[in-house]
């Protein structure tokens, strides 16, 4: 799959940007990080800029930038936040833990992923004034729209009168295509979660591979699950595109369902929740309780997942207090 256009020259703002943090608080922050690893991290960061500078990227070479400016995020965030920090700290069965976070008696291990390269590279999409008509419905739903043809006139208008009646009266997962005359998909709509707007949300089709993310993002979950430090607080933190998030979401949570053993809030029909197909699903996995996704971009902030069992020992309370402080 073609890379995205804008991804070289987004990842170069970000690199200039974490490149001048690391300058400018080197000596602030070498009192919180063995400083050889602050200068492997600057020394990463300029082989970065190299790398983006040359014409033609390789996508390996790509990957690697996109690795670094993860760990640098993670780094920054950290150091800000008067955390101590040790980095590639060794588990008991020989794999590493990419950050230990230590503050006021709270400690954290995090580990530091990539987001699965297909994610990485879908297009920025669009949502044209004809269908955002479709906002007038009172349904707190959300709806991804994708659009491969522009239909016009009595087509336009024939696809508006079908989606309506789909949008009026369809559940989470549903989803309907629109052909043009020579029978070729023009337009798809997806419901794709409830909305608490009460009205029906257009948002871009981001992924056309949406289905095939969440699979992907849920084995890198089970690969940083695998690096876990026992007897400890593990944090996971996963750096895409911003049109990832929600495949992360679903495969971290379960996929949005109606749930009738619920009752429905207050003015509405069905009550929705999660599938059991998420990676923290039930008690699966209960020792981890912290995750994050981040897009890769140079304003881009972190959005935190807390997973709060219902007895939840001291230091663990520690722990999820010192992550939010930092990421929320």
């Given at each position: 799959m073609a890379r995205a256009p804008h991804d070289s020259s987004v990842l170069e703002k970000l690199v200039k940007r974490l490149d001048r943090a690391f300058a400018v608080r080197a000596s602030t922050w070498s009192e919180r990080i063995d400083p050889p690893t602050l200068r492997g991290f600057r020394r990463a960061l300029d082989a970065a800029g190299e790398?983006?500078?040359a014409k033609h990227?390789?996508?390996?070479?790509?990957?690697?930038?996109?690795?670094?400016?993860?760990?640098?995020?993670?780094?920054?965030?950290?150091?800000?936040?008067?955390?101590?920090?040790?980095?590639?700290?060794?588990t008991p069965s020989g794999r590493h833990v990419d950050f230990r976070a230590e503050r006021d008696g709270a400690t954290i291990d995090i580990h530091v992923k990539r987001a699965p390269q297909p994610t990485l590279h879908d297009q920025p999409g669009v949502v044209t004034p004809a269908w955002r008509a479709?906002?007038?419905?009172?349904?707190?739903?959300?709806?991804?729209?994708?659009?491969?043809?522009?239909?016009?006139?009595r087509a336009l208008h024939a696809a508006?009168?079908?989606?309506?009646?789909?949008?009026?009266q369809a559940?989470?997962?549903?989803?309907?295509?629109?052909?043009?005359?020579?029978?070729?998909?023009?337009?798809?709509?997806?419901?794709?979660?409830?909305?608490?707007?009460?009205?029906?949300?257009?948002?871009?089709?981001q992924s056309a591979s949406f289905d095939s993310h969440v699979p992907r993002f849920q084995s890198t979950l089970r690969k940083a699950f695998a690096q876990f430090m026992p007897r400890s607080e593990n944090l996971i933190v996963v750096c895409g595109s911003t049109g990832g998030f929600e495949a992360f979401a679903t495969a971290l949570l379960g996929s949005h369902i109606e749930r009738w053993d619920r009752r429905p809030?207050?003015?509405?029909?069905?009550?929705?929740?999660?599938?059991?197909?998420?990676?923290?699903?039930?008690?699966?996995?209960?020792?981890?309780?912290?995750?994050?996704?981040?897009?890769?971009?140079?304003?881009?902030?972190?959005?935190?997942?807390?997973?709060?069992?219902?007895?939840?020992?001291?230091?663990?309370?520690?722990?999820?207090?010192?992550?939010?402080?930092?990421f929320a």
């Open positions: 790398t983006l500078a990227v390789a996508e390996t070479r790509l990957d690697r930038v996109r690795a670094v400016c993860a760990e640098c995020l993670v780094a920054e965030r950290l150091l800000e936040a008067d955390c101590r920090v040790v980095y590639e700290l060794e479709l906002e007038d419905v009172q349904r707190g739903l959300v709806v991804a729209v994708a659009l491969t043809k522009h239909l016009r006139g508006l009168d079908e989606a309506f009646d789909f949008v009026e559940s989470v997962g549903d989803e309907i295509a629109f052909r043009d005359a020579e029978a070729r998909t023009a337009a798809r709509l997806r419901v794709i979660a409830p909305s608490p707007s009460g009205h029906v949300e257009l948002v871009p089709d809030r207050p003015g509405e029909l069905v009550a929705y929740g999660r599938g059991g197909d998420g990676f923290w699903s039930g008690s699966m996995r209960n020792q981890s309780r912290l995750a994050v996704y981040w897009a890769l971009e140079p304003l881009a902030q972190p959005l935190l997942f807390a997973r709060e069992p219902r007895a939840t020992a001291d230091r663990s309370k520690d722990a999820l207090a010192l992550a939010r402080s930092i």
